[in-house]
């Protein structure tokens, strides 16, 4: 390998590791991307199985 193929795998890799960083840091301090608009959410139905189960639903969902 090239030394310009080394540094742009080595910048992919910090991005990503970065980016599930910060993913994982929101995590666990109760913070979620979602927005609480659970008519266009692909996910709501794993939302309200937590909140149904007595989990904790993520930030800004409501239940049906």
């Known amino acids: 390998m ?3 193929t080394v540094l ?3 910048a992919v ?3 990503a ?3 599930f960083a910060v993913l994982r840091r ?3 301090r109760g913070k979620s991307p979602c927005g609480g608009n659970c008519g266009c959410c692909p996910s709501c139905g ?3 199985k937590a909140q ?3 989990g904790s639903a993520p930030h800004g969902t409501k239940a049906h």
Request: charged share 15%; hydrophobic share 45%.
């Open 46 to 48: 794993a939302c309200h």
């Open 26 to 28: 929101d995590k666990k």
């Open 8 to 10: 742009a795998l080595a």
């Open 52 to 54: 149904a189960s007595g």
């Open 17 to 19: 590791g970065g980016a």
């Open 2 to 4: 090239n030394t310009g």
């Open 13 to 15: 890799i910090l991005a």
